[in-house]
Structure formats: C-alpha cells, structure tokens
C-alpha cells in the first residue's frame, strides 16, 4: 500500500555509468517531483511534471533526464555518472501543482557513484 | 524565494510541548507557511501548512504571528518518534524550497 514508491533503494555504480531511478505513486496525483539531498542535507528542487508535462527544471545538469510515461511515474534517467551525483534523491507527489497543496514524498534512492 | 531562519537543534523532553520557532522577515503575501518534517533515513513527510490564522491538526498547531513575520510549529506533547528535522518554508509556487532546518532531539 506505498503511496509513493522508489526503486532501487541503494544503488552504487561506476563513474562514468548510465543510470535509472523509478518511482510511481498511487495516490492518482497529477504532479510528481524529483529532489536531490545532498551530503550536507540540504534538498533541493530537480524536476516537477504535471499531467506528464515538464514544469520545473531547475539549474540541473543535461545529463539528468526526468521522463514521465504516465500520470503515475515519473523516472529519473542520469547520463555519465560524475562523484557529486553521489545523493539521496527523492520523488514525490502531490494532487495538484500550487501553493497549499501537500507533497507525498518516497523513501528516497541512496545513488553512490565510485 | 523569501527566506525562513530556523534554530539549527533544540532538545526537548519526552511528553512535553515543544514550540519550534521560525523566522521570515521577507514573507509576502502571496506566501504560505508550510511545515514538513524529516525522520532519520525517510523522505520528507508534511505536518502543516497556514496562510495568516493559526492552525490545528492532528500532528501540531500553527502559530502564526499577526505581522505573519514569524511562525511557531507546536507539538503539544513530543514522543521520540518526533525526533526529526524540522523544515520551515514560504510556498507560493509548485516547488518547496527546503532551507536547514531545525533538528529535534527528544529524550525520555
């Protein structure tokens, strides 16, 4: 019964490597986010998809990619894996995209680049 | 975005009331208050959001000053499963801007 779901939970990997995050919700929210924690925990912003539709994109590198298939997922693609994407990244969901709506976040995926 | 100012940790005891201070000097008026919170190796998780009244729920109340320059989260009796960071955060748009927080150690 997750509401907000996130695979794999650990991943570690090369640099250099391609790599995918999943996450789905099903809660039937029509915005889901990407957010980064850092080694000095501060979380930050990546990506917002609304209806499938792209619209946050905060200054994050190209080699990140979000691609939403469906109103449900919301995945996170990243190219050429460089030590500082070493980070909690975390999705999230919430039933609209405004301010007093209220974010549904996953469990997080602990991404450890060698 | 304005900014919050937050106690880096506060402590309290175990079944006492805990009251969190936040600092948001530049608020406008567009802005709400949310309150989330994080427990250790979990993702965020929402407590509590106001706009300019005071605020209840099940988890805290919201204090909101008049001048909506400060807020206070309460806890009305803190469990150790409240130990968590705090996040205090002016929302007007899609994203939540997550600042430092404030960690919160409860002891028995």
């Known amino acids: 019964d997750t509401a907000v779901s996130q695979t794999p939970k650990y991943l570690v990997t090369q640099m250099g490597n391609d790599k995918s995050i999943k996450c789905e919700q099903n809660?039937?929210?029509?915005?889901m986010y990407w957010y980064k924690q850092d080694s000095k925990k501060f979380l930050k912003i990546m990506f917002s998809?609304?209806?499938?539709?792209?619209?946050i994109n905060e200054t994050v590198p190209n080699r990140f990619s979000p691609k939403s298939p469906d109103k449900a997922h919301l995945n996170l693609h990243i190219n050429s894996l460089e030590l500082g994407d070493s980070a909690v990244y975390f999705c999230?969901?919430?039933?609209?995209?405004?301010?007093?709506?209220?974010?549904?976040f996953g469990p997080g995926t602990r991404l450890t680049v060698l | 975005d304005a900014k919050t100012t937050q106690p880096n940790s506060m402590e309290s005891n175990e079944e006492e009331p805990v009251h969190l201070p936040c600092n948001h000097s530049?608020?406008?008026?567009?802005?709400?208050i949310h309150w989330y919170r994080q427990l250790p190796s979990q993702g965020p998780e929402y407590v509590i959001h106001?706009?300019?009244s005071n605020v209840n729920n099940r988890m805290a109340s919201l204090a909101i000053a008049e001048d909506r320059k400060s807020s206070t989260l309460i806890l009305h009796r803190a469990t150790l499963r409240d130990a968590a960071v705090y996040y205090c955060i002016l929302r007007s748009g899609y994203a939540l801007n997550f600042g430092k927080g404030t960690s919160l150690l409860v002891t028995p």
């Open positions: 999230a969901s919430s039933p609209y995209s405004g301010a007093t709506d209220t974010q549904y």
């Open positions: 530049t608020i406008s008026g567009t802005d709400y």
């Open positions: 998809y609304n209806n499938k539709e792209l619209i």
């Open positions: 809660l039937g929210h029509d915005t």
């Open positions: 106001g706009l300019t």
